[in-house]
């Protein structure tokens, strides 16, 4: 069982930047892929990025290609998410979540836990 707490999510100003974190409990940590999700209100949960247990490979969506980066601490059992560059079409809440296995994924029925998403809200 992996539970995960997102934060760091708030509102910032177009061009603006923020890093929202997930916290995992368990000390498997580090056999899991990561994602990230969002979702704008009346629209469906969308993909954004995914990183491997080991942090070595990543995938991110064409939407936030060049502004986000996935990162991970296997040692404080985090994964991050760095946004730079924000647009308001970025407002959403964020979820992560946890895959067994090692390969990327991208598919949200591909993922076994889920956070309960921390709000981003990008104004104009």
């Known amino acids: 069982q992996v539970q995960l707490v997102e934060s760091g999510g708030g509102l910032v100003q177009a061009g603006g930047s923020l890093r929202l974190s997930c916290a995992a409990s368990g000390r498997t940590f580090s056999s899991y892929t990561m994602g990230w999700f969002r979702q704008a209100p009346g629209r469906e949960r969308k993909f954004v990025a995914t990183?491997?247990?080991?942090?070595?490979?990543?995938y991110d969506a064409d939407s936030v290609k060049g502004r986000f980066t996935v990162s991970r601490d296997n040692a404080k059992n985090t994964v991050y998410l760095q946004m730079n560059s924000l647009k308001p079409e970025d407002t959403a809440v964020y979820y992560c979540?946890?895959?067994?296995?090692?390969?990327?994924?991208?598919?949200?029925?591909?993922?076994?836990?889920w956070g309960q998403g921390t709000q981003v809200t990008v104004s104009s």
């Open positions: 979540a946890a895959a067994r296995g090692v390969a990327l994924r991208i598919g949200a029925s591909s993922y076994d836990y």
């Open positions: 990183i491997t247990w080991s942090g070595a490979s990543t």
